[in-house]
């Protein structure tokens, strides 16, 4: 089954030329389905593409997803074009009435400032709050993960000496659990951030689960007992160049900064090892089908 966007969204022509099925909006609402309700929070400063990344990891799915796209309202976007945030986003504000089967928080680029001192935490955390009594399941990644973490389990973060830039092997803990199903016992996931969680704090935090974790990066899908919220702390949605367009703009910079590990071919190389494509489908076709899907009320409105 196909995702629903608007023709004009340049995602549109990038997943058709990938041979994925979407569908115009005009001609999904002469189908007679009931589609799930998709709602995207995009805090990424390179808006089309982390859309487009999205977009794409719903689409390889049986079922047929109509995606909103949500901006906060107490910053706007720099680096993304005012008529596009126009015409393809909504504010909270103008879909607060609405209920979705499913929320995606993303990252953003503000991972060492104090959480509170982010222009949107106020408007953020009205959002989690939003999704705890109007969203079936939601998924939060990288700092979407770690304010989510901090809001709801009061688990802090730490900066690291050294960027964890590049990608990294993790282990399944919970082989039975439904998000895990189709994984290998050993799958690659890219990781690009200045923090990490406080690995004690959540182990001793009773309400959430390491669903899988590597020795270098640390816990990297955790999920809460009750299946409404999953941390994704890597980027398994990442496309193919993503690490090494951060590099170059980061060595652009004269930021000291390493090549990505586990990434490039050899020294010296750019051909890039993508080792984590079928994780990232996998991850996300799970989450669709056990934990969205399959619990679901078919009347969402209630």
Known sequence: M?????????????LTKEAIFVMGDKRASTQDIRPLEIAILNLMPTKIETETQLMRMLSNSP??????LIKTATYSATNASQSHMDR???TMEEVKNRRFDGLIVTGAPVETMDFHDVKYWDELCEIMDYADKNVTSSIFICWGAQAALSYYYGIGKRELEHKM?????????VPLDPLMRGLDDRFMM???????IDSDALKNEGKLVVLAEGKE????????IDNKRFFFIGHSE??????????????????????????????GTDKIDMSWRSTGTLLFSNWLN?????VTPYDIKG
């Open 290 to 294: 056990y934990y969205v899907y399959q």
């Open 88 to 90: 393809f986003y909504n």
């Open 165 to 173: 830039f590049g990608v990294f092997e993790n282990e399944i803990k």
């Open 2 to 14: 196909p995702i629903v966007i608007p023709r004009e969204i340049p995602a549109f022509e990038v």
């Open 190 to 196: 890219p990781h690009s951030r200045h923090t990490e």
């Open 238 to 267: 990442y496309d193919r160049e993503t690490l090494k367009n951060e590099y170059l703009r980061d060595v652009g910079k004269g930021a000291d900064i390493a090549r990505p590990k586990n990434y490039f071919i050899g020294d």
């Open 63 to 68: 079922l047929q997803i109509n995606v909103t």
């Open 217 to 224: 990066c640390g816990a990297s899908v955790i999920k809460s």
